[in-house]
């Protein structure tokens, strides 16, 4: 009985060894990548291993590398997915059915990775070296995302526009279109920072000639009003009273949007304009000091004038 019980378990062993070395893998890989396009990728990656560690069929056995890859990029394991890249690479240079494509994948793969100057040389080499593969105008397009997201705008620019203009059927041209849009909002958004930044230094300069120009007529008044005559009580007028007043209101008007700006994280029209008003306010309390600055001045004359009639 003991004798038999083996006997059938190598019949089984033996079947089952059979059975393996003469699987369909073309069709198996069919059926891996019939689960990648389906958005399996858990089931394809699993299917895509067995491949890898089982088949006979080099070929297969190949190609298997890239589209493992491929499925580890889209379930986020980018170090799996680099691993098996990285070997199909180095190994299938002369005979791999979608090399090309790796070329560009890899590029692709070091965007995710955030390593995006490589990510540039990689995907330079693509569009140099396959001009006439169908997804060169995919590499433009992310050579421009990699640079976009350096901050190198007017080159990234260059790049979406190589897309708009010579790959008009590409299925990045409404994306190009649109980072376009952004980069012209986004040196739109430069030009008004650099603006607030000019604005807040001459502003505060102006204020200190102003702050300063007002201590020395004040006290070449004081000098005048100990020699004789009567008291110059200019920041008591109404007048002088009023510019004060409003020179508060309006720097507290520019307190209030400063503190909307910093917490706005919209880039709306709203919060441009509130940039602008600042602007303009800045631009108003300068003008209110020399107002005020006048009016000393003039205070000042009529001083001098009454002392020369003494």
Do not use: C
């Not at 620019?157 to 590409?170: A, D, G, R, T």
């Not at 001459?202 to 300063?212: D, M, N, P, V, W």
């Not at 709306?268 to 509130?274: A, F, G, K, R, T």
């Not at 003008?287 to 004359?301: M, V």
Request: glycine share 4%; proline share 1%.
């Amino acid at each position: 009985m003991n004798k038999f019980f083996w006997i059938i378990l190598l019949i089984i062993a033996i079947g089952s060894s059979g059975s393996a070395s003469t699987k369909d893998w073309k069709r198996e890989e069919s059926k891996a990548r019939d689960l990648y396009n389906s958005g399996k990728f858990d089931e394809a990656v699993i299917l895509l291993r067995e491949i890898i560690l089982s088949s006979d069929n080099d070929v297969v056995k190949r190609e298997s590398y890239f589209w493992i890859s491929m499925t580890y990029i889209n379930i986020g394991k980018l170090a799996q997915a680099e691993t098996n890249l990285e070997y199909y690479l180095a190994n299938f240079s002369k005979n791999g059915q979608n090399y090309g494509e790796a070329v560009y994948q890899k590029g692709r793969l070091l965007f995710l990775q955030e390593e995006y100057e490589l990510s540039i040389k990689q995907l330079s080499i693509f569009v140099n070296e396959y001009q006439n593969h169908p997804l060169v105008s995919n590499g433009y397009y992310w050579i421009g995302e990699s640079l976009y997201a350096l901050g190198q705008f007017e080159d990234s620019e260059f790049y979406f526009n190589i897309v708009l203009s010579k790959y008009k059927k590409s299925n990045k041209y409404e994306a190009s279109t649109y980072k376009l849009r952004l980069i012209e909002h986004k040196k739109s958004e430069l030009a008004l920072q650099n603006l607030l930044k000019w604005s807040q230094e001459e502003y505060l300069e102006k204020l200190s000639q102003f702050r300063i120009k007002e201590k020395s007529l004040l006290q070449v008044i004081n000098e005048l009003e100990k020699n004789g005559g009567a008291p110059i009580k200019i920041k008591e007028t109404d007048e002088y009273k009023k510019l004060l007043a409003e020179n508060e209101i309006l720097q507290n008007r520019i307190n209030e949007l400063e503190q909307l700006i910093n917490s706005s994280k919209d880039a709306s029209s709203d919060l441009y304009n509130q940039k602008m008003e600042q602007i303009r306010l800045r631009e108003e309390i300068l003008r209110k000091q020399e107002e005020a600055l006048r009016l000393l001045d003039i205070k000042l004359r009529e001083k001098e004038k009454e002392l020369e009639n003494l």
